[in-house]
């Protein structure tokens, strides 16, 4: 999650809290229980569209890795079908590269990463 959201989220706790605390202590006073109120609101609803942008960010960070490895791949298959029959090793190369492209995406999926 980037730093700027998580931050949005800490200051958000911060407001909820106060303003129930405002609530709580100001239960005499209806104007306090209005502001209060008003704050609870405010900062709800503020949380769930943080969280929604939260969300994207995090759909667009794995869109985008998907593309990085798309291009990977296509690089691959361009660069293996290109090869001539006299070079054996950098088929080999290629073959490894892919391996360890799978091998590192398991890895990841498993969350070793």
Known sequence: MPLFLKLIDYL????????????????S????????????AVAIF???LNRSSVNNARKDAQQAEL???AEIYTSLL???NSLENNRPLA????????GYL???????????V
């Open 78 to 80: 361009t660069h293996s």
């Open 102 to 112: 799978y091998f590192s995406q398991k890895l990841e999926l498993h969350g070793y």
């Open 46 to 48: 503020s949380f769930l």
């Open 67 to 69: 593309q990085k490895k």
């Open 91 to 98: 088929k080999l190369i290629l073959v490894i590269m892919g």
């Open 29 to 40: 006073n209806q104007q306090h229980v209005i502001v209060g109120a008003g704050a609870l």
């Open 12 to 27: 958000l706790a911060a407001v909820f809290i106060s303003a129930a605390i405002i609530i709580y202590f100001g239960s």
